[in-house]
């Protein structure tokens, strides 16, 4: 990985690329169970960027390297999600300004999620699900790094929309795309782990699930 930009490309370098994306994307169709299981895969994707491996890790259901990390977003997501929730409840159906602001404070809330989105995948990979709660080490690493958590954030953003596109082809592309986008976050994790934090002994778990 020498540069973020390598997350885009590394993947297709595996030449069973094809297949083990979509078959992921398969298994993520199933609720709640496939989207864990595909953070799961995320995270083993992590494991061989640190690496040097270039290869995708085998599609399956890796449900205990991905509970952690999908619980843990799922948690911010709620908490990130009530001061919307307030607003539009206290401003009633009818108030369209109150609507208005509960709307600007969930897009400011949301990209600053975004923003702590590398440092929250890192501390969960290195510490677990505890880890990903470590509010003083994340703030301290998004801070002092900033200008490096804002390059690994546009990219994962951009992953995101990538992730999204698949919906063009009739949602048959989202077997592709959503795998994809889940592996270019893991290559702009394995970057910002290698510049802000040099490389720290691999996870306690390796198991695949």
């Not at 990985?1 to 992921?24: A, C």
């Not at 995270?43 to 999908?70: C, K, S, T, Y």
């Not at 990903?132 to 954030?153: E, K, P, R």
Request: net charge neutral.
């Amino acid at each position: 990985m020498n540069s973020v930009g390598d997350s885009f490309t590394w993947p297709f370098q595996d030449s069973g690329w094809f297949g083990k994306t979509v078959l992921q994307g398969l298994i993520a169709i199933i609720p709640i169970v496939g989207w864990i299981a595909l953070a799961g895969w995320m995270m083993l994707v992590i494991d061989n960027f640190r690496a040097g491996r270039r290869e995708l890790p085998p599609a399956g259901f890796h449900l205990a390297r991905g509970a952690g990390i999908f619980f843990v977003f799922v948690i911010y997501a709620i908490v990130f999600a009530i001061p919307g929730i307030i607003l539009t409840a206290l401003g009633g159906a009818n108030n369209s300004g109150m609507a208005a602001l509960a709307n600007v404070i969930n897009l400011v809330l949301r990209l600053f999620l975004t923003f702590l989105t590398p440092a929250i995948i890192l501390f969960t990979y290195r510490g677990g699900f505890s880890g990903g709660f470590d509010l003083t080490g994340i703030w301290q690493t998004v801070t002092v790094n900033a200008s490096n958590t804002f390059v690994a954030a546009i990219v994962m953003l951009a992953a995101n929309i990538i992730g999204a596109l698949g919906i063009i082809l009739c949602f048959v592309g989202l077997l592709f795309t959503v795998p994809y986008a889940f592996a270019i976050t893991a290559g702009a994790v394995a970057w910002y782990e290698r510049v802000v934090a040099g490389p720290a002994p691999a996870p306690p778990s390796q198991a695949a699930g």
